[in-house]
């Protein structure tokens, strides 16, 4: 190794190039700070190139395979229905690579250096970066921590083989598995159990509690009746004992709630994991860093660490995992730094699943508001109704609404159907905003599109959504 003899000094280092770093590294640069962007792989992160994109691709794909029927029942084609896995993956790695020529062409453009290399803390205001035989030191006003997270697999799995594949594995595999056991509910769990079902796998779904899945439970309701309508198996209450895995497949025994063993077996076996923050290599514990028990670090509302030197985004900090959270706070971090007033407030941040149909969740569910001892008016417009819906087939799911029964404000939106992913940014300014149900129902909506089942949800509340059977007003939902 060659160690570099001088010490280089930077103004702004933001170590890790996905979604959060690069989005904070081009800010800064548009705010007139020199940055210093510190990858050890890829640019994009996990997000890009083995975790958000990959899966997308994968459920755009089992989308379109799911309309196969409508398609032709449109006179489009007669189409099999086949999938060519191998070609699918073919077109993940060119949009993946695309996208990330994209990423390097914009850091190129706001004049962001960039640095390939492994970094190691050396001190509160100074890093060394390890690449190949190379080592260079560099000491720096400020840095920003945005190396993400990473899966850890159950204690239950004592050898992880082959068939048991972890969230940037699956995307990766060169065939449709006969039979994939999912364990987990989250919306990485539920987007590979949903995807890989429509492609023509077996899917078989395992989940620890009997909670089950982590929406409004409406949504979960739904989710359970779309999963049986598609012969899809969920198995609740179900703690993993062991695994075993064979040349063709893989058998997992679980313990349910009554102490009795029950087997599985299927072809592989997914497991999102528990999500740990990748801090360790950094060696940043050492200075001192205050971090919570699970090993993220804790931030202020400005993104800064205990340390002032230090600012954290993204996955190393507590709350939820999301690029969304990253990109956020990434923005914020380097505003900050440069002087501004930030805010980060991840109140209404939206959770979303794209599954198929996909889910968009914000604010309140119906449940959480009656813990707080909220009044509350619940409608809920099926899709059913809606004539877009109709047009395209995409006719399962509906729009729920929760308003403060008293100050009529709006205090949860939930959604399952075609159009809520991109309805979602809606979604959330509306709680933002602290909106009124008179804000919804008054402004204009094209006509016909699947908008139109916000409208009729606030309608609802009152018993006046159009294209709903009329509801008594005895049995409309006040709690």
């Known amino acids: 190794m060659v160690v570099g003899e001088i010490s280089q000094e930077r103004n702004l280092i933001i170590i890790g190039g996905g979604p959060g770093g690069y989005s904070a590294a081009i800010r800064g640069a548009q705010l007139g700070l020199s940055v210093t962007l510190i990858e050890q792989a890829e640019l994009g992160g996990v997000c890009l190139n083995e975790g958000c994109i990959p899966s997308k691709i994968f459920t755009h794909a089992a989308d379109m395979r799911s309309d196969i029927a409508h398609f032709q029942e449109l006179g489009v084609g007669n189409m099999e229905k086949l999938v060519d896995i191998k070609k699918l993956v073919s077109y993940k790695d060119k ?11 914009l850091c190129n453009e706001n004049k962001i250096e960039i640095i390939r290399g492994k970094v190691t803390f050396l001190a509160v205001d100074k890093i060394g970066v390890e690449n190949g035989h190379q080592f260079d030191i560099f000491e720096f006003e400020q840095v920003i921590i945005a190396t993400g997270s990473s899966p850890t697999m159950p204690s239950a799995i004592q ?27 989250d919306t990485i769990a539920l987007e590979a159990a949903s995807s890989f079902a429509a492609l023509g796998a077996q899917v078989s779904i395992v989940i620890d509690d009997q909670a089950g899945f982590p929406f409004d439970e409406s949504i979960n309701k739904e989710l359970n009746r779309l999963f049986k309508k598609r012969k899809m198996k969920v198995y609740k209450e179900l703690e993993l004992i062991s695994t075993h895995e064979t040349e063709d497949g893989i058998t997992l025994t679980f313990q349910t709630d009554k102490n009795v063993e029950e087997t599985i077996r299927g072809s592989y076996l997914f497991v999102s994991g528990t999500m740990r ?59 900050s730094i440069a002087g501004e007033q930030t805010e980060v407030n991840l ?49 399962d799911g509906f ?58 949800a606030v309608e609802g509340l009152i018993g006046q959504a159009i294209h709903a059977a009329p509801i008594k007003r005895k049995d409309m939902l006040t709690i």
């Open 159 to 185: 050898e992880k083989g082959e068939r048991i594949l972890l969230p940037h594995e699956l995307f990766k595999l060169e065939e449709i598995p006969k039979h994939l056991i999912v364990r987990g509910q």
């Open 277 to 335: 923050p990748n801090l360790e290599a950094l060696g940043i514990s050492r200075f001192g860093i205050v971090q919570t028990a699970e090993g993220f670090i804790k931030v202020d509302g400005n993104m800064q660490s205990s340390i002032p030197s230090i600012y954290a985004i993204g996955d190393v900090t507590e709350g939820p995992l999301s690029a969304v959270k990253a990109i956020k706070q990434g923005k914020a971090a380097v505003a």
């Open 399 to 456: 729009i729920k609404v929760i308003s403060d029964a008293t100050t009529e404000i709006i205090q949860g939106i939930h959604m399952i159907g075609e159009g809520a992913v991109e309805m979602s940014g809606s979604f959330v300014q509306l709680l933002e905003m602290a909106a009124k149900e008179e804000d919804i129902k008054f402004p204009h909506y094209a006509h016909p599109g699947f908008n139109e089942g916000l409208l009729e």
């Open 95 to 105: 949009v993946i690579k695309k996208l990330r020529s994209g990423v390097e062409s």
């Open 347 to 395: 109140t209404f941040m939206p959770v979303v699943a794209h599954t198929i149909p996909p889910i968009v969740s914000v604010g309140l569910t119906e449940q959480i508001a009656l813990d707080f001892g909220l009044a509350i008016r619940v409608s809920q417009f099926a899709l059913g109704g809606n004539g877009y819906a109709t047009i395209t087939g995409k006719k």
